[in-house]
């Protein structure tokens, strides 16, 4: 992978945690770390820079020692809004995004996507398992954000529709589907936490 264009992770970490009691779910503890902390363990490693969206506590994340900045779009407008956002902000060529609430994400989750987006010669790949894509795993094209910020000034929120538009190649994980495991509740977070 030496030889690859250079990379910028995002970590998504822009929602309101409606679901884990309207907390910031990149901050809960897992184990005893915040979760966000397991992501930039795993994520950090596989890209050339690695930046944070966060909507709030922009000092907390902002401990973790990377850039941290809020989406440009107000609202909490989603995940499209947060790499909305990144790829106005990235150094290189490529973006990679992975959520906040996803710890166990796959150590080689941005040489599997990279490898399938230069493939299929595509602008955007996206994790799959099974019969799941994972749209907020995603490789694309900094380039794209002309076409996402059409999309996002015309209402668009939904990240699989927008994609829909785009030359888009899905790549497989079935062989690691337990690492898309995103925790959006207490209940999940007791049930991983043991």
Known sequence: MSTREKITGVILAGGQGRRMGSVDKGLVELRGRPMA???IERFGPQVDELIIN???NAERYAAFGY???PDDIGGF???????HAALARAQHPLVATAPCDSPF????LVERLYRGLTQADAE???ART?????PVFC???RDVLAHLDEFLAGGGRKIDFWYATLKVVEVQFDDEEDAFRNINTRDELDDVGR
């Open 67 to 69: 850039p941290v900045f």
């Open 54 to 56: 966060a909507n709030q």
């Open 130 to 134: 099974f019969d799941q894509p994972h």
């Open 37 to 39: 902390e397991w992501v």
């Open 77 to 83: 407008a989603g995940p499209l809004a947060g790499l």
């Open 124 to 126: 955007l790949a996206v």
């Open 139 to 141: 490789l694309c094209r």
């Open 105 to 108: 994400l796959p150590a080689d």
